[in-house]
């Protein structure tokens, strides 16, 4: 577990899916997929994480958006290792994943992270396909984790002993009528909670999961 600090959810929210996609085996595979070095692996996601998770965010911040997220996990279910996933994954998928989450600014967003990287922008791309439809998993495992996350939901936040599933769990269940995915999301990242028209589009257990999938 890490030790209690100080830091915004975003860095707690980053740090879990840092872990979860630099694992050594989960780099073994990217590597292996896309043929590019497992230090660049690490470096390229260490840049596009962050800004993936800001895209989707925005992305998420409208009764449309959110309902479109929605729409994506549901398609993107694979419960397997994640190095397994990685290998087997539809880089097609994985393409057009990224070009709904970065839109118009997808170009300029490589072309961003292969600058910080001093890496080419086509690794970048390549990676960011081959990862992307195990990113969708791991957020849509949640899902399953409603029941858990209502248990939870008492227990409150406690990082004493640092971020862990129960944590999570009692994040999204605050932010229930916070606006759904936008406000959770949001609320993640440090911004003000999205309102959404319909409870239905609520994705309380959204990302509560992740941890699993690091074991």
Do not use: C, W
């Not at 910080?116 to 984790?145: E, G, Q």
């Not at 858990?148 to 599933?165: E, I, M, P």
């Not at 944590?167 to 440090?190: C, K, V």
């Amino acid at each position: 577990m890490m030790e209690k600090r100080e830091e915004p959810f975003m860095n707690n929210l980053l740090q879990v899916l840092l872990s979860s996609f630099t694992q050594q085996s989960a780099v073994d595979a990217t590597s292996k997929k896309t043929g590019v070095k497992g230090v660049s692996v690490l470096t390229i996601l260490s840049y596009a994480l962050p800004l993936i998770i800001k895209f989707m965010t925005k992305n998420a911040s409208s009764q449309s958006g959110a309902q479109s997220l929605l729409g994506a996990l549901t398609q993107h279910t694979n419960r397997s290792a994640m190095p397994e996933q990685i290998a087997s994954a539809d880089v097609n998928d994985g393409a057009a994943i990224m070009r709904h989450i970065f839109g118009a600014s997808e170009e300029n967003a490589v072309n961003e992270i292969a600058a910080k990287a001093n890496v080419p922008a086509a690794d970048v791309s390549n990676v960011l396909a081959s990862i992307a439809p195990t990113l969708l998993s791991s957020i849509s495992a949640a899902a399953t984790a409603g029941s858990q996350a209502q248990a939870n939901q008492k227990k409150g936040v406690d990082l004493s002993d640092g971020l862990d599933v129960s944590d999570l769990a009692a994040i999204f269940q605050s932010t229930q009528s916070s606006g759904g995915i936008g406000g959770l999301l949001g609320t993640l990242l440090g911004g003000k909670p999205q309102q959404s028209a319909s409870a239905a589009d609520d994705g309380t257990a959204l990302l509560s999961s992740l941890l699993s999938l690091m074991k």
